[in-house]
């Protein structure tokens, strides 16, 4: 959801003489050109600060549009990425974007797929056990899509009834529940509800399954960057922009 933030030209650099007035336009748009650039430099250094290890993607996902139409600037993270986990969406629930206070998280690419594929229903979730060792994780701290589409791959071939593809992680795969087997078998597991691998004779637990998305915290000041940044560069940039315009 958009947010507008409107600043008074008189407010910020104080009443303007008929010959400023003609060239606050120009100006401001100068002005707001330089506010964009600074604005996405200081977006990307509260990523580096308040989240662990982000990852480049993350980080250069600051934007803004070059065109400034109607003394406006309009700055926005990342809608785009392949196989649709743009930053925009997986950062809006920890960021101040439109709002303060902790959101349901991001439903994942990987919950999504399972879903897609039947598996599981719209009220699970699925979330990687990281306590344990059989889940590998890169020098950012998250886990390779390698893993999810190995993962994945492994759970299609046993819905199938076949042998999992090899794979550098090897093994079998099956979920509790799987909404493509029997009611029966469904009901006859003990184990709890997540995602298992067997390989060399030991059953590895892999992912656990929320019944509800999980709560994350709010860490992310989007708004507030924007907004406190805003108030504090653009006078300096509109006088030096409208001293350029009245050389």
């Known amino acids: 959801m958009a947010r507008t933030i409107e600043f008074n030209v008189d407010e ?20 707001l050109r330089r506010l964009g650039y600074e604005l ?13 290890r982000p990852v480049p ?3 250069s996902s600051p934007r803004r549009d070059p065109e400034i139409t109607d003394l406006t600037l309009r700055i926005f993270l990342n809608p785009d990425s392949p196989g649709g986990q743009s930053p925009s969406r997986y950062l809006y629930p920890v960021s101040t974007e439109d709002v303060a ?5 991001y439903t994942t690419r990987f919950t999504r797929a399972l879903r897609h594929l039947g598996i599981i229903d719209s ?14 994780t890169n020098n950012y701290g998250n886990v390779p899509a390698s893993f999810y589409s190995g ?3 492994g759970l299609v071939r046993h819905g199938a009834k076949g042998p999992s593809p090899s794979s550098k992680y ?6 509790v529940p799987d909404r493509r087997v029997g009611p029966a078998l469904r009901r006859t597991s003990s184990l709890k509800p997540g995602i298992y691998r067997v ?15 999980p709560i994350v915290p709010t860490v992310f000041d989007y708004r507030g960057v924007v907004t406190r940044n805003t108030a504090q560069l653009l006078p300096t940039l509109l006088s030096q922009e409208l001293a350029k315009a009245m050389r």
Do not use: H
């Open 12 to 31: 910020l650099i104080g009443r303007l003489n008929v010959f400023q007035a003609t060239q606050i336009k120009y100006a401001g748009k100068q002005a």
């Open 40 to 52: 996405q430099g200081k977006l990307r250094d509260e990523m580096a600060r308040v989240f662990d």
């Open 57 to 59: 993607f993350t980080l």
């Open 101 to 105: 206070g902790a959101k349901p998280a």
């Open 123 to 136: 009220s699970y979730y699925a979330v990687p056990w990281l306590d344990g060792r059989a889940v590998p």
């Open 151 to 153: 993962v994945l791959r």
């Open 170 to 175: 090897g093994g079998q795969y099956m979920s």
């Open 199 to 213: 390989k060399a004779r030991q059953l590895d637990f892999l992912f656990g399954y929320a019944r509800r998305p």
